[in-house]
């Protein structure tokens, strides 16, 4: 079955930097798109990027564009996400997700990790 | 930016009841549109893709339609494993977002 691990969360002080991963198993992982979605606490779902299936073309939020890297290694199934010049409001759960299309981006989440906290505070 | 607006941000209901949330685009977006459960603690739930249709594995009284700027999720008969907070997503733009969520408490 599908499975998504999140790790590196934790407590990093207002423009520190933290690098995220995201372990897959249970599918190709090498055919599919992978997004990364955040949620303050206590607050709604916030799209934060996404990676095509082969690393071809990355997109990012504009609260994170320039300061947020979004990579894979398919060699590795592992999706990353290096998170520089990091702010109070950047505090959240960091979801790793599935993209629902083989190949072809469907911006659609079909399967999720449990997420992992980033807590930015001085 | 599309924004996303969902009502009412909180629902009253009890089991057996038939539920509908509603979400509005700030412009159209055909039909694409996803919506997804979230439960306390847990990571979101695919539930409908494409305005209406049903994800594998999702209850038949789950159902949503819709298109362009107005759409309608509506839950059949609820049962006590649908209260959760609900979300839904457009994905016209590559750079998507989610409404704001409607949380759905036991009445």
């Known amino acids: 079955q599908v499975q998504l691990v999140e790790s590196g969360g934790g407590v990093v002080q207002p423009g520190g930097s933290l690098r995220l991963s995201c372990a897959a198993s249970g599918f190709t992982f090498s055919n599919y798109g992978m997004h990364w979605v955040r949620q303050a606490p206590g607050k709604g779902l916030e799209f934060v990027a996404f990676?095509?299936?082969?690393?071809?073309?990355?997109y990012y939020a504009d609260s994170v564009k320039g300061r947020f890297t979004i990579s894979r290694d398919n060699s590795r199934n592992t999706l990353y996400v290096q998170m520089d010049s990091l702010r109070v409001e950047d505090t959240a759960v960091y979801y790793c997700?599935?993209?629902?299309?083989?190949?072809?981006?469907?911006?659609?989440?079909?399967?999720w990790g449990q997420g992992t906290l980033v807590t930015v505070s001085s | 930016d599309i924004q996303m607006t969902q009502s009412p941000s909180t629902l009253s209901a009890s089991v057996g009841d038939r539920v509908t949330i509603t979400c509005r685009a700030s412009?159209?977006?055909?039909?694409?549109l996803a919506w997804y459960q979230q439960k306390p603690g847990k990571a979101p739930k695919l539930l409908i893709y494409k305005a209406s249709s049903l994800e594998s594995g999702v209850p038949s009284r789950f159902s949503g339609s819709g298109s362009g700027t107005e759409f309608t999720l509506t839950i059949s008969s609820l049962q006590p494993d649908d209260f959760a907070t609900y979300y839904c997503q457009q994905y016209h733009t590559f750079l998507y977002n989610f409404g704001q969520g409607t949380k759905l408490e036991i009445k």
């Open positions: 997700a599935k993209d629902r299309g083989v190949t072809v981006a469907t911006q659609m989440a079909d399967y």
């Open positions: 990676i095509r299936y082969d690393g071809s073309d990355k």
């Open positions: 412009q159209s977006i055909s039909s694409w």
